[in-house]
């Protein structure tokens, strides 16, 4: 059985920082690619940040030089390091693995961590 648990989220403050951690089971983490998105209410979920198998990293534009993804294979653990946090990055959080890239209809999911920023 395939489990995506997601931790991490709370309440910060705009310019603080949070680390979300998603721990995996069931599939063969080292050689899924690792997302995260998000899912602001009223929106659609969209991609924030991936990790491939190989270790490169990909950023929406409204993150790159705030947010990190990273990979722990020992751990099957996926992070996302969250420095200085706006309003408008308060969302659902989601964690994704796919084992050929990322793709909506196909990622495992975990169920959501909320993170909430304020001004």
């Known amino acids: 059985q395939v489990q995506l648990v997601e931790s991490g989220g709370g309440l910060v403050q705009a310019g603080g920082s949070l680390r979300l951690s998603c721990a995996t089971s069931g599939i063969v983490f080292s050689v899924n690619t690792m997302g995260w998105y998000r899912q602001a209410p009223g929106a659609q979920r969209v991609l924030v940040a991936a990790i491939t198998d190989g270790g490169t990293t990909s950023y929406t534009d409204s993150v790159k030089g705030r947010f990190t993804i990273s990979r722990d294979n020992a751990k099957n653990t996926v992070y996302l390091q969250m420095n200085s946090l706006k309003p408008e990055d308060t969302a659902v959080y989601y964690c994704?693995?796919?084992?050929?890239?990322?793709?909506?209809?196909?990622?495992?999911w975990g169920r959501g961590t909320q993170v909430t920023v304020s001004s």
């Open positions: 994704a693995a796919g084992l050929r890239g990322l793709d909506y209809s196909t990622n495992f």
